[in-house]
């Protein structure tokens, strides 16, 4: 895990955002090779999210900013239960099918924490019990760390 470095400018949104973590997920296909590297950023307004920034393998995706917000709307309402990556699709504009289980992947990852494997198997996800203060810690990393 790296902290802090300016993040890619990828276009005139994200020019000025700040890095704040960056990391590699397993992707959830255990078929798959390679690995997924994220980072979570911070806006100007001061809100966190994350966007996927490499696949070492095959796979289409998109390098869209999501905040954690919208994430945390999706997880509060799946918190009950276990649910796909179909739910986190909504969250994208780019039509890529890699988009939902590449960020469900990175939900995952150690640094992220916040939902594991579901009853279903490799492709059913379930939220941390205490999914909500794992997220409130992501929210609370300090950037000069």
């Not at 994350?50 to 869209?64: H, P, V």
């Not at 739910?87 to 150690?110: D, E």
């Amino acid at each position: 895990m790296k902290k802090t470095k300016p993040a890619p400018a990828s276009n005139a949104e994200t020019q000025n955002d700040l890095c704040v973590l960056t990391g590699e997920a397993e992707k959830i296909n255990p078929h798959s090779t390679g690995q997924l590297h994220w980072e979570m950023t911070e806006n100007l307004d001061g809100e966190r999210g994350l966007r996927i920034t490499a696949n070492d393998s095959g796979g289409l995706f998109s390098r869209e900013w999501i905040a954690l917000s919208a994430i945390s709307g999706v997880l509060k309402a799946h918190e009950a239960g276990d649910f796909t990556s179909t739910a986190l699709r909504p969250l994208f504009t780019s039509a890529s099918r890699n988009n939902a289980g590449f960020l469900a992947a990175i939900l995952r990852c150690a640094d992220i924490c916040l939902t594991e494997e579901g009853s279903g198997g490799a492709f059913s996800h379930r939220c941390y019990p205490d999914w909500e203060k794992r997220l409130e810690k992501l929210l609370t990393i300090s950037l000069s760390a």
